[in-house]
């Protein structure tokens, strides 16, 4: 039988940090705005691999605001090709947030798993964080540079828009809130 790519998978944003302390976390990628602290929670964690990210939560440009590109869903996905080989040799927990919990962290959840289960659709993969993260709305832009690097054709971007739509008949408020955020594009691409 073939070892799960991963053995546990956690995601949170910051005020979550300090409840998975004592959880055996191995792996963690932080993903924070660029001016943001080092989060001081990580000093009560046993010994783990940590990469840290750093770049806004927007779709489109924003003056003063780094936008995320091409090269950091690389970066994620490099962490994801050592954290495949690590668990090759042992369990391993990774732990992915952002500062909420909610986009980022799982935009880059999914195309971790993506690359881990190519046996998966997206639609199944976009599940899973769902399952993980009951809240989950990954950023879209990150999801489409992940899709193309993927090879996923456009399913992922998809399987993503339909979530959104999900969270939207769910949480309608949300609307409201993703464009206040600047992320109106991704509220009308749900609601088409």
Same mark, same amino acid.
């Given at each position: 039988m073939?070892?799960? #790519?991963?053995?546990?998978h956690?995601?949170?944003?910051?005020?979550?940090?300090?409840?998975? @302390?004592?959880?055996?976390?191995?792996?963690?990628?932080?993903?924070?705005? #660029?001016?943001?602290?080092?989060?001081?929670a990580?000093?009560? /964690? *046993?010994?783990?691999?940590?990469?840290?990210l750093? $770049? !806004?939560d927007?779709?489109?440009?924003?003056?003063?605001?780094?936008? #995320?590109?091409?090269?950091?869903?690389?970066?994620?996905?490099?962490?994801?090709?050592?954290?495949?080989?690590?668990?090759?040799?042992?369990?391993? !927990?990774?732990?992915?947030?952002?500062?909420a919990?909610?986009?980022? @962290?799982?935009? %880059?959840?999914?195309?971790? +798993?993506?690359?881990?289960?190519? &046996?998966? *659709?997206?639609?199944?993969?976009? %599940?899973?964080?769902? @399952?993980?993260?009951?809240?989950?709305?990954?950023? %879209?832009?990150?999801?489409? $540079?992940? *899709?193309?690097?993927?090879? /996923? *054709?456009?399913?992922?971007?998809?399987?993503?828009?339909?979530? !959104?739509?999900?969270q939207?008949?769910v949480?309608?408020?949300?609307?409201?809130?993703?464009?206040?955020?600047?992320?109106?594009r991704?509220? &009308?691409a749900? +609601?088409?």
């Amino acid at each position: 039988m073939k070892p799960e #790519p991963i053995s546990l998978h956690t995601v949170c944003g910051l005020e979550e940090l300090g409840h998975h @302390s004592t959880r055996g976390v191995t792996h963690v990628l932080s993903i924070l705005d #660029p001016a943001w602290p080092e989060p001081e929670a990580f000093g009560t /964690y *046993d010994a783990h691999h940590r990469t840290t990210l750093r $770049f !806004h939560d927007i779709i489109e440009p924003v003056e003063g605001q780094i936008l #995320p590109e091409r090269r950091d869903v690389e970066a994620i996905l490099r962490f994801g090709e050592e954290l495949a080989a690590e668990t090759a040799r042992r369990k391993t !927990h990774l732990l992915i947030h952002c500062h909420a919990g909610i986009s980022r @962290s799982t935009a %880059a959840m999914t195309m971790l +798993l993506g690359r881990a289960h190519p &046996d998966l *659709d997206a639609q199944a993969v976009v %599940a899973k964080v769902h @399952s993980l993260r009951e809240k989950a709305w990954p950023n %879209a832009r990150l999801i489409a $540079f992940a *899709d193309e690097a993927l090879g /996923y *054709d456009g399913s992922l971007t998809e399987a993503v828009r339909r979530l !959104h739509a999900e969270q939207l008949r769910v949480r309608p408020h949300l609307a409201e809130l993703m464009r206040g955020l600047g992320r109106g594009r991704e509220v &009308d691409a749900a +609601l088409a």
